[in-house]
């Protein structure tokens, strides 16, 4: 008689996986290798920026009150002392009807408080000396950026646990980090198994399958803020299957399996774990697809069996393996929802959640997640499209078109907290 396996509820299961969530410690990588990284500490400036008042054009940096009478009629005439360039400073004062030409991004010199366009004046030389015309009066700090405009010192810019992006990166070298403090990225293990997987370069043969969902999973690792290890493709044989288990347990932070998770005669996961005396959390999720996802503990590390079919492997990572990734660099691991609408027709009820593959668009005002490719667990090109996760709480109901649902974003690099997640999942009854 085949064991029948008792469902437990979505956030019960992320509960009892997050209770074995670890922390990453803090190391240091160089700033061009911090992207996709976290930050491990916040980021405060430490100076003002910009750091001294710049002008924003080429032009002449001029005493505003000396242009006071200036006007078309009666043009003021002021004598070019010096001229500097961005990266250079004009040491001495500028005195009365003086400027000096200065080109953008250089600092304004002492007395100034205006900048004229160049293309505004006319500039001419007159007995050695260089002079120009000024036919209007110019504002005090016209066309200067003041020192601290963008930043003043002692701001926190970036939040602990950001996901350091390309923006991220340039407020990094503004304050100097050659070095960047960042968590240090969990290394977690991939092992297909199946008798039916080929590897992805072989011709298929008959009733066999490239491995795909060891590709998948590479990717999904990469985006959750993980080191991907590739431990190979095993045939549904328990002997090596359990002893590449025990041999990837040692070698990484989180083991993540494919494959024979469920009751059939080859599905020795469960098997392996009875052999490893592992604590398995759950083996059953009331939700589709993913419902087989099956997460154990083994002295202190994490073992997600995840399914075969590639919808389910898919979204049995994102739901309960992601945060615990994310949970090394952040305290918002879970992945943020939005409100949309419908953009199809789910009639029939259905007594699990369902996590349907969708893509978004916006259509009269509104966000609508349309539901991509086939609703199944085995469809795999669903999963290109897919930039969300479509919630349809399980239950008597079917859901319309239009209807107001709640859809998980899947390529979001900002995350949510745990009571965030709940809040906005009581919402829509999961
Ligand atoms: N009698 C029952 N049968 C099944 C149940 C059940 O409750 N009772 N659950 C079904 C559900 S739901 C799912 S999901 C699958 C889960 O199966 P497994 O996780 O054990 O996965 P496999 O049987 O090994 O494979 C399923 C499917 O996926 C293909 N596959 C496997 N590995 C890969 C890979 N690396 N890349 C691409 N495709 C892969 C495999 O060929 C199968 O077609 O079980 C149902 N059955
Ligand atoms: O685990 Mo299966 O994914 O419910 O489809």
């Known amino acids: 008689m085949v064991e029948i396996r008792t469902p437990i509820e979505v956030n019960d299961a992320i509960k009892h996986v997050m209770e ?4 990453g410690e803090k190391i240091y990588v160089s700033l061009e290798e911090s992207h996709g990284y976290f930050l491990a500490e916040d980021l405060i400036s430490d100076h003002p920026v910009p750091p001294f008042n710049r002008t924003r054009y080429d032009g002449f940096a001029v005493r ?3 242009t006071e009478k200036a006007s078309q009629e009666h043009p003021v005439e002021l004598e070019v002392v010096a ?3 961005a990266g250079s400073v004009f040491g001495k004062e500028v005195g009365d009807q003086e400027a ?3 080109m953008t991004g250089a600092e304004i010199p002492p007395g100034c408080d205006a900048v004229v366009m160049l293309e505004e004046v006319t500039e001419w030389k007159r007995e050695g000396k260089t002079v120009i015309e000024i036919t209007r009066k110019l504002d005090h700090l016209e066309n200067i950026t003041l020192k601290g405009e963008d930043t003043k010192k002692g701001e926190v810019l970036v939040k602990k646990g950001t996901y350091i992006n390309p923006g991220i990166m340039a407020v ?7 070095k960047v403090p960042v968590t240090k990225k969990p290394r977690v293990g991939i092992i297909s198994t199946g008798s039916e ?16 969902n060891a590709y998948m999973l590479i990717g999904q690792i990469e985006r959750a803020g993980a080191t991907p290890v590739s431990l190979g493709q095993f045939a549904d044989d328990f002997e090596l299957c359990y002893q590449q288990i025990v041999d990837a347990l040692e070698n990484v932070d989180i083991l993540l399996t494919t494959g024979g998770v469920s009751v059939g005669d080859y599905d020795y996961i469960p098997a392996i774990l009875e052999k490893l005396n592992a604590n398995v959390l759950f083996n059953k999720i009331r939700m589709r697809p993913g419902s087989v996802t099956t997460v154990a503990e083994v002295d202190g590390k994490l073992l997600f069996g995840l399914s075969g079919n590639p919808s389910s492997c898919y979204v049995g990572f994102e739901i309960f393996a992601r945060p615990v990734i994310r949970y090394y660099h952040t305290d918002k691991p879970f992945l943020q929802k939005i409100q949309v609408a419908l953009g199809g027709e789910f009639a029939n009820s259905n007594p699990f959640h369902r996590f349907v593959r969708g893509k978004l668009h916006f259509e ?16 795999v090109t669903s999963l290109a499209e897919a930039n ?7 239950g008597e109901i079917g859901y319309h078109q239009r209807e107001k649902v709640t859809a998980i974003l899947l390529d979001e690099q900002s995350g949510s907290t745990w009571e965030d997640w709940l809040n906005d999942l009581e919402e829509c009854n999961l």
């Open 364 to 379: 009269e005002g509104n966000v609508v997640a349309n539901p991509v490719g086939l609703d199944k667990p085995n469809i």
């Open 83 to 85: 001229e500097i360039g």
């Open 388 to 394: 969300v996760l479509i919630l349809l709480p399980g």
């Open 197 to 212: 997987l080929l590897p992805v370069d072989a011709p298929l043969e008959p009733g066999k399958i490239r491995d795909s």
């Open 20 to 23: 074995f969530a670890k922390k």
């Open 172 to 178: 990094l070298a503004t304050f100097g980090y050659k």
């Open 100 to 102: 000096v030409r200065i």
């Open 64 to 66: 505003a009150v000396d």
